[in-house]
C-alpha cells in the first residue's frame, strides 16, 4: 500500500541515522530470511498471506519474501519466494516459491513458478483487475502436482485501506479434481508504519470427501514496516493448508527498486 506523506525536510533524523537504520533493518530482513532458509530445505503462490492484489509494480521492481509456519499439530511449512517485474511488452510479475512442508511425519519440496499482470490499473474509488498463472512441481516426483489460475480485484478505498477480492480455478492432480477458488481480504494502514490484515479464503468442493479441505480458513497478520524497502509480519491463521489446525506465521520481505541493487 501506498505510504503516508513524508515529514517535512529537516524535522526527521538526520539523513545519515537514517542511512544506518535502513542498513540495520536490511541486515535484520537478511537474517530472518536465512532462518527461514535453514529451518528447512524449502511449499506453494507467492506469499505469506494468501488473498492476491491486482497490483504489479513497474518493470525493475524486485522483491524477496519469506516465511517459516508452525501448526498446533506439528505440520510446519518453510518458504522462500524471489520476485521481478519484467517488461513482456507489459509489465509482467514472475516469481516462483520454494518450499518445505511437513505435514504429520512427511515432508515435501515444490517449487510453483508464478505470472500475474495487471489488466486494470487500480486507483482510489476504482476497483482493478489482475491475472496471475501458478504451477506446483513437486521435485522429487518431478511432476505438476497443482495448476492454478486466479483473477485478483483490487478497490483501494484511501491510501491508507484496501480491499482485495480473488476467484479463481485449481486443479490438483493428486486428486483428481477441479476446485473453484475464492478469497477476500483487508489492509488497513492503521498508523505511521503499522498495517493490519485480515482474509478469508477456501476451495470449493464435495465436502463429503474433502472435509476440512474445502472449509473457509482465515488468517489476521500486523505488519511493521519501517522503510519502504523492509518490512515484517506477524500471523496467525485457522485451517490455511485444509488441515483444522491453527497457525502461527513470521515473515519478513526485502523489496529492492530500480538503481538499487
Known amino acids: ?77 518453510a518458504s522462500l519466494a524471489p520476485a521481478c517485474v519484467v517488461n513482456l511488452g507489459r509489465p509482467v510479475d514472475i516469481s516462483a516459491q520454494i518450499s518445505r512442508s511437513r505435514t504429520v511425519a512427511d515432508w515435501t519440496t515444490t517449487v510453483s513458478p508464478k505470472l500475474k499482470t495487471n489488466i486494470v490499473p487500480t486507483a482510489i474509488g476504482r476497483i482493478g483487475f489482475a491475472f496471475s498463472a501458478t504451477a506446483t512441481v513437486d521435485t522429487i516426483s518431478r511432476e505438476a502436482t497443482q495448476y492454478m489460475l486466479t483473477v485478483p480485484a483490487t478497490l483501494r478505498l484511501s491510501d491508507h485501506v484496501r480491499i482485495n477480492l480473488n476467484a479463481g480455478w485449481l486443479h490438483d492432480r493428486a486428486l483428481n479434481e477441479n476446485f473453484f477458488t475464492y478469497g477476500a481480504g483487508i489492509d488497513w494502514r492503521v498508523r505511521g508504519p503499522w498495517i ?8 470449493t468442493g464435495r465436502f463429503a470427501e474433502f472435509g476440512s479441505i474445502v472449509k473457509p480458513r482465515w488468517q489476521a497478520g500486523l505488519r511493521f514496516r519501517p522503510v519502504d524497502e523492509l518490512s515484517f509480519d506477524l500471523i496467525y491463521g485457522r485451517n490455511i493448508t485444509g488441515e483444522n489446525a491453527n497457525w502461527l506465521t513470521l515473515a519478513a520481505t526485502l523489496r529492492f527498486a530500480p538503481g538499487t541493487r
Not at 493490519?196 to 476451495?203: I, Y
Request: charged share 20%; aromatic share 8%; net charge positive.
Open 1 to 77: 500500500m501506498g505510504r503516508p506523506g513524508k515529514p517535512p525536510g529537516g524535522l526527521g533524523k538526520p539523513l545519515g541515522a537514517l542511512h544506518k537504520f535502513r542498513q540495520r533493518a536490511r541486515l535484520t530482513a537478511l537474517a530472518l530470511l536465512a532462518l527461514a532458509c535453514t529451518a528447512s530445505r524449502l511449499e506453494a503462490a507467492g506469499s505469506a498471506f494468501a488473498v492476491d492484489t491486482a497490483e504489479v509494480g513497474e518493470p525493475g521492481n524486485c522483491k524477496l519474501e519469506s516465511w517459516v509456519s508452525w501448526a498446533d499439530n506439528r505440520d510446519f511449512i
Open 196 to 203: 493490519v490484515t485480515g482474509e478469508v479464503f477456501g476451495q
